[in-house]
């Protein structure tokens, strides 16, 4: 069964910072990856999909890759701001609906 | 944009009580989940739709039931409510060939 873990599951940093999470996933036959944010006691938000068939997707300050032979994804986050202080997660899909979920790395940006 | 709600943001309920959790989505998507996030174990799959009247259990199923009787509704249904479905429960739906999940702002639900 897929695992997908993210390390750390927190992180602190002063505003101004780039910074970058990590996402690992145990199987690499997947159909894409997905970014996700999440405010406190608040739904998902998506960030950026990654297809398997692509290295990265940006959007503005954010910008994150794909490796599937190594099993490794990073979300860079260009000059943190005290708003970007979110828990963030991935996903991996590996069939119609198969989405396969990491705990989360909760960010703390401070001014 | 793909506006997914739910319809309540704070539940308080008494153990045994049958609880209805509702999700309803503005953009024809096919698939619909509920999920459950608790702290340290992320999100866990409870059911998914993948159509009308369809359903698939999904990793925790247990003590959960659901129904989709139109295409934008799918119910979450806790039969006998127990302490320990307290828990943030969200919605998500996405289309069959779109791979992109859009969520609900999700339902806290709190089993006293």
């Known amino acids: 069964k897929q695992e997908v873990t993210q390390i750390p599951a927190a992180l602190s940093v002063p505003e101004g910072e780039n910074l970058v999470l990590n996402c690992s996933f145990t199987?690499?036959?997947?159909?894409?990856l997905q970014w996700f944010r999440q405010d406190p006691g608040k739904g998902l938000t998506s960030l950026l999909l990654i297809q398997s068939s692509q290295r990265e997707q940006t959007s503005g300050r954010l910008n994150a890759s794909l490796d599937k032979s190594s099993g490794r994804s990073t979300l860079y986050i260009a000059a943190s701001q005290p708003g970007d202080s979110a828990t963030y997660l991935c996903?991996?899909?590996?069939?119609?609906?198969?989405?396969?979920f990491g705990t989360g790395t909760r960010l703390t940006v401070i001014p | 944009d793909v506006k997914v709600t739910q319809s309540s943001r704070y539940l308080v309920k008494r153990t045994g009580e049958k609880v209805f959790l509702e999700c309803v989505q503005d953009m024809d998507h096919e698939n619909m989940f509920w999920y459950r996030q608790d702290p340290g174990l992320g999100l866990r799959l409870i059911y998914f739709?993948?159509?009308?009247?369809?359903?698939e259990k999904g990793d925790i199923p247990e003590g959960y039931s659901v129904s989709r009787e139109k295409k934008e509704r799918f119910s979450l249904i806790l039969e006998s409510a127990s302490t320990n479905q307290t828990s943030m429960y969200l919605c998500a739906t996405k289309t069959t060939k779109g791979e992109k999940l859009f969520f609900g702002s999700g339902t806290q639900l709190s089993v006293l």
């Open positions: 739709s993948y159509d009308v009247k369809m359903k």
């Open positions: 199987d690499s036959a997947i159909y894409n």
């Open positions: 996903a991996v899909l590996t069939g119609a609906n198969n989405l396969f």
